[in-house]
């Protein structure tokens, strides 16, 4: 079953379609974004993890296309339920 995750630090949203991936997403982005990653504290409680289905998924992909989509979520961040 797919995966959604948000980062709690900046709202930054990735999906995957698999657990293992998706923690490989997250690792990524931490020590990209806030230069936190150190292979020996990862901290996952900074990250909102969700399984969702492949339909759900699929709407996520579509509206991720759209400038509307990522202008909602940089404006309302707190409405956001992930």
Partial sequence: MPFVAKCRSCGYILW??????????????????????????FDFCSWVILRVTHEQLRDINMASKSPAFWKAIRTNPKRLRL
Avoid: V
Wanted: proline fraction near 0%; charged fraction near 30%; charge should be negative.
């Fill in 16 to 41: 995957a379609y698999t657990r293992a991936f998706l923690n490989m997403l997250m690792k990524w982005h931490d020590g990209e974004s806030h230069k936190t990653y150190d292979s020996e504290d």
